[in-house]
């Protein structure tokens, strides 16, 4: 069974930085393109290709950055001078990278509150 555990959520003034991390299980961690989403629509925040270029949404290229451990099967997310408009859910998630037929997992979601 696949599973993903996302952490490093918390409360940071404007300007602040966090890490998050999400945690794999049960895949082949080097076989999946990963992604981080936010909010209740996941909206795309960046996108962890398998050998590629990783993609950012435009509000967050240059202070987030995607980045994965494949020994340790965990994806994170360095976020820097961090907004009032980063405030949300943020989730983690996987897709088999070999079959478009196989669905996507998602993880239970972190809450990042950037605020005064």
């Known amino acids: 069974q696949v599973q993903l555990v996302e952490s490093g959520g918390g409360l940071v003034q404007p300007g602040g930085s966090l890490r998050l991390s999400c945690k794999a299980t049960g895949v082949d961690f080097d076989r999946y393109v990963m992604a981080w989403y936010r909010r209740e629509e996941r909206d795309l925040v960046a996108t962890m290709p398998i050998?590629?270029?990783?993609n950012y949404d435009h509000s967050v290229k240059g202070r987030l950055t995607i980045s994965r451990d494949i020994a340790e099967r965990t994806l994170f997310l360095q976020m820097n001078d961090l907004k009032p408009e980063d405030t949300a859910v943020y989730y983690c998630y996987a897709q088999y990278a070999f079959s478009s037929e196989r669905k996507g997992h998602w993880g239970q979601g972190t809450q990042v509150t950037v605020s005064s």
């Open positions: 050998g590629g270029i990783p």
